[in-house]
């Protein structure tokens, strides 16, 4: 892969996990420190400070053997074929193998599904191309190949595929719509968290308008400018309306009978890799969502309305 640094000062590790959200910021290190990372014509460190217009060069090496084991999990899926699946994710699933988690999850189902998956991402993350948190739901894309994973992970991060999103927040938005701007980083506060932050936090924006009030709690459709961790999560936060469900950044108690956040993948459209064709996918609203909103259009003596 190769790219071309847009400004002075920036590190080459922040800039190629900025480039690439599928690739942690901590492989990235890896691949620097293994010297698949080139800056010019020689190697750099991760701290390095890019100037603008030079070249760097990613060369990411093949997936090696790994003991994550196909697992024969239902998957909920939207479309199928040779390049790519999508499926709507189940919440509380957690999408790929982590340090202490490496069975139950979407790329163990994945591997058990689909004969081929793209390797790009390494061998614990095969074919997971954007991310959805453990107890979000929804719709969600994997590639079979890498040419498809290239091309959706372009698609993400030149923002032409977009991703829509519903949330129960708490408090009443009195907004019709808005849009929140706030880099976010690691909470120097509780670095389990993530935050708004003035400095080392990576540019994040999101849209939102509310699409139901009920009083002490608002429905929300959110759409993702950037793709950064638990951005909602955050930025609801951070204007105060926390998405209901969610004790990192709300009320650790839920009135609700819901194991996790209210927030759910709806709708993503993307470009087919192979045909070009637009595609749209959208996920219907979980059970336990839709109690909720059962719940409150009763307390207000309605089905539906703002």
Request: proline residues 4%; charged residues 25%.
């Amino acid at each position: 892969m190769n790219y071309t640094a847009e400004r002075d000062g920036e590190r080459l590790d922040v800039f190629l996990a900025r480039l690439d959200e599928t690739l942690s910021r901590s492989y990235i290190q890896k691949l620097i420190a293994d010297g698949c990372v080139t800056v010019g014509n020689g190697k750099a460190k991760a701290s390095y400070r890019l100037t603008a217009g030079e070249a760097v060069t990613v060369d990411v090496p093949e997936p090696e053997a790994t003991d994550v084991a196909p697992e024969d999990i239902p998957l909920d899926i939207l479309y199928e074929d040779e390049d790519v699946i999508v499926v709507n994710k189940v919440r509380g699933m957690v999408v790929h193998p982590a340090a202490g988690v490496y069975h139950g999850t979407l790329v163990n189902a994945l591997l058990a599904h689909c004969k081929d998956l793209s390797g790009v991402n390494g061998a614990l993350r095969p074919g997971i191309v954007h991310r959805l948190d453990k107890d979000t739901s929804g719709v969600m894309i994997a590639a079979k190949n890498d040419t498809a994973h290239h091309s959706l992970a372009e698609q993400i991060q030149t923002k032409t595929a977009s991703r829509v999103y519903w949330a129960i927040v708490t408090g009443n938005i009195t907004e019709a719509e808005g849009v929140i701007h706030g880099a976010i980083g690691r909470s120097p506060k509780d670095r389990q968290k993530m935050a708004v932050v003035r400095e080392n936090g990576k540019d994040a924006t999101t849209k939102f308008r509310v699409l139901e009030r009920f009083g002490a709690y608002t429905l929300v459709e959110c759409r993702l400018l950037t793709g950064r961790t638990h951005q909602i999560r955050v930025h609801m936060a951070y204007i105060g309306h926390p998405v209901a469900g969610d004790p990192k950044y709300g009320a650790k108690k839920c009135p609700f009978a819901i194991d996790g956040q209210a927030l759910h993948s709806k709708t993503l459209t993307f470009t087919h890799p192979r045909t070009g064709e637009q595609m749209t996918f959208e996920a219907p609203l979980p059970e336990d969502m839709q109690a909720i909103l059962h719940e409150l259009r009763g307390k207000n003596g309605r089905e539906s309305g703002k």
